[in-house]
């Protein structure tokens, strides 16, 4: 079956340009996370979905950085004006139900701006 | 949710068994223990959870010692395809409203031939 993908895999942005990064969970999975992992580092939590509803958006960032999952599937995670320090690479994952630790992660996209 | 302290790296020849230590000595009752691992240029991967029973799934083995302070990973017959680096992650559920894993830097485990 397929399991949750990303896209695009590799991602190169100047410096002050904005990018969006799409998320495909697992259909059916109820919860979405979104993680990024700097390098050498472990993934550090962004942001977490249920259905259509942003309920902990604790770990963005700053204000550059939003996140939507407008019908509850596909999800985007916007940056706005990358800078340097925004390079790494971005995760997510998707659960089946509301609270769950055993997370199905995608692949990543890895952002490097210039 | 406790802290965890895994070493840094970790090498074993293929077919042996290869255990990885946790040490989670601030553990409380309620608190479970589970392990994720990530192979290079992948997402991360569950493995296995356990609270106090030792449990066995078809990837590996979870042995937590009686006073829960530490536990133990165990891949039976370590294969090249399990080199990767291996969370463990402390977890106290039914908390928030968001189950976010919160990982640490973890034990990068080289399997060689």
């Known amino acids: 079956g397929a399991g949750v993908s990303q896209s695009p895999r590799y991602k190169v942005a100047k410096r002050g340009q904005d990018v969006a990064l799409r998320c495909d969970p697992i259909?059916?999975?109820?919860?979405l996370f979104w993680y990024q992992q700097a390098l050498g580092q472990g993934p550090e939590f962004l942001t977490y979905?249920?259905?259509?509803?942003?309920?902990?958006k604790s770990g963005l960032p700053s204000d550059r950085f939003f996140a939507e999952r407008p019908e509850g599937s596909v999800s985007t995670l916007k940056i706005q004006r990358t800078q340097q320090e925004d390079s790494a690479v971005y995760l997510c994952?998707?659960?089946?139900?509301?609270?769950?630790?055993?997370?199905?992660f995608g692949p990543g996209t890895r952002l490097t701006v210039t | 949710d406790a802290k965890t302290t895994q070493p840094t790296s970790m090498d074993c020849a293929e077919g042996r068994a290869a255990n990885l230590p946790c040490n989670h000595s601030?553990?409380?009752?309620?608190?479970?223990v589970y392990w994720y691992r990530q192979i290079h240029s992948q997402g991360p991967q569950y493995i296995i959870h356990?609270?106090?029973n030792n449990e066995t799934n078809e990837m590996a083995s979870l042995i937590i010692t009686e006073d829960r302070k530490s536990s133990t990973l165990i891949l039976p017959h370590a294969t090249l395809r399990d080199t990767a680096v291996y969370y463990c992650?402390?977890?106290?559920?039914?908390?928030?409203?968001?189950?976010?894993?919160?990982f640490g830097t973890g034990t990068r485990l080289q399997v060689t031939l």
């Open positions: 259909s059916g999975h109820v919860s």
């Open positions: 979905f249920q259905n259509e509803a942003q309920l902990d």
């Open positions: 601030t553990i409380s009752g309620n608190e479970y």
């Open positions: 994952a998707s659960s089946l139900f509301e609270i769950s630790y055993e997370q199905y």
């Open positions: 356990g609270l106090k």
């Open positions: 992650i402390v977890i106290s559920l039914g908390t928030g409203t968001a189950s976010k894993l919160t």
